[in-house]
């Protein structure tokens, strides 16, 4: 992800997840799940981790493959409502995918 890009989507996000939020109740977000912003906020920070390495080439297939099988998994517990455990999760996606770039070095 460019820089121009990053800077172009941390613009524009803010007002988006505000939105959102202030549209849930409209849309009967108690039926469909909703999605903290504490969850939206990391949700932003590991996908732009896992695109950055991606394209950097600097951390394995596999690793960013099982960063993506558990971004799913953290996703899914922030609609669930168990936010705690989802931010646990999003919180080791980074640890895990910052680790396997230093053993790659």
């Known amino acids: 992800m460019t820089k121009q890009r990053r800077k172009s989507l941390f613009a524009t996000l803010p007002p988006l ?4 939020y202030l549209s849930a109740p ?4 108690d039926k469909i799940g909703s999605f903290a912003l504490a969850c939206a ?6 996908i732009t981790l896992i695109e950055d390495h991606g394209d950097a080439g600097d951390v394995s297939a596999e690793s960013l493959a099982e960063a ?7 996703r899914a ?6 936010v705690d455990q989802a931010l646990a999760l999003y919180d080791g996606i980074k640890t895990a ?8 070095r």
């Open 17 to 20: 997840l505000l939105a959102l």
């Open 26 to 29: 409209a849309f009967g977000a």
């Open 41 to 46: 906020a990391r949700e932003v920070e590991v």
């Open 68 to 74: 993506g099988r558990t971004w799913v998994r953290a």
């Open 77 to 82: 517990l922030c609609y669930k409502g168990q």
């Open 97 to 104: 995918v910052r680790a396997a770039q230093v053993g790659k």
